[in-house]
């Protein structure tokens, strides 16, 4: 951060001297002009519509022998102008901006909406001691470096806590919350409600233990859909989605094709 201060006021200049006195000249009030307008908007092409100049003079008329004041005081009036921003970025930072807010095309009301990356990035540049930790403002090739450096030495640390949880600590931590989730079953229902969730717990192991398959079931709905797809009266709205054919994955094996397949030639049997 530099130690040199902002500074308090205006300095003085002398005008840049003009060799023909023109009505839409830069004039020594027009300059004066012009650098108080800098001043308070930070804008160079804000300043110029002020003065009603274009940003072209303003900056030929810089570059003339004899602007060392001028360019000077314009160095000056910038730095007033960036303090005027960010007071600006600062008040939008810390009460928000108002947005217009729509509901199918028509404007209903607004709403405050409010920036925290703007007031940090605020509170970085004007308190970099307090926020920044005293370090650059903007991230620089050093800054680039420390922090790549520094994800390979996460990275190295998380792969360390991930080589120390084994898979059979994972699968106890696992069935902790699934008991725990079970437990709070148990105390969030009714006692009939419990009941019943055991039942079916009950039941699905008995078909698990006996190797049920739906697809086999005639009893099941999407078995009667399976066996007659074209009959209507067995069509139902939740049956669109029909379970495969038992056996489904057993498909015939492909032909294998000939790792180096032989061209047929006129000594081959089956030509015309």
């Not at 960010?86 to 199918?104: F, K």
Request: hydrophobic share 35%.
């Amino acid at each position: 951060m530099s130690d040199t201060k902002p500074p308090t006021r205006l300095p003085d200049f002398t005008p840049v001297p003009r060799l023909k006195d023109r009505s839409n000249g830069w004039k020594p009030h027009v300059q004066r002009a012009f650098i108080e307008a800098l001043a308070d908007t930070g804008s160079v092409a804000s300043a110029c519509r002020a003065v009603n100049r274009s940003t072209h003079g303003a900056y030929n008329l810089r570059r003339q022998p004899g602007a060392e004041e001028f360019a000077a005081a314009w160095e000056a009036a910038l730095d007033f102008g960036m303090k005027r921003i960010e007071d600006v970025a600062m008040d939008r930072a810390l009460n928000g901006v108002e947005q217009p807010v729509y509901s199918y095309g028509k404007l209903v009301g607004t709403r405050m909406v409010y920036n925290d990356r703007l007031l940090m990035f605020m509170l970085r540049n004007r308190a970099p001691e307090r926020f920044a930790e005293g370090r650059a403002k903007a991230m620089n090739a050093i800054g680039k470096m420390d922090l790549k450096r520094k994800k390979k030495e996460w990275r190295k640390e998380w792969e360390a806590e991930q080589a120390r949880v084994t898979p059979a600590e994972v699968r106890a931590s696992i069935e902790r919350k699934v008991q725990d989730t079970l437990a709070l079953m148990e105390r969030n229902h009714s006692p009939r409600a419990w009941a019943a969730w055991q039942e079916y717990k009950r039941i699905r192991a008995e078909d698990e233990a006996n190797g049920y398959r739906a697809q086999d079931d005639p009893d099941h709905p999407h078995y009667a859909k399976r066996t007659a797809p074209d009959d209507p009266a067995t069509h139902r709205a939740e049956d669109s989605i029909p379970l495969p054919p038992p056996h489904w994955q057993k498909r015939p094996p492909e032909p294998q094709q000939e790792e180096h397949p032989r061209k047929r030639t006129l000594k081959d049997d089956g030509w015309d």
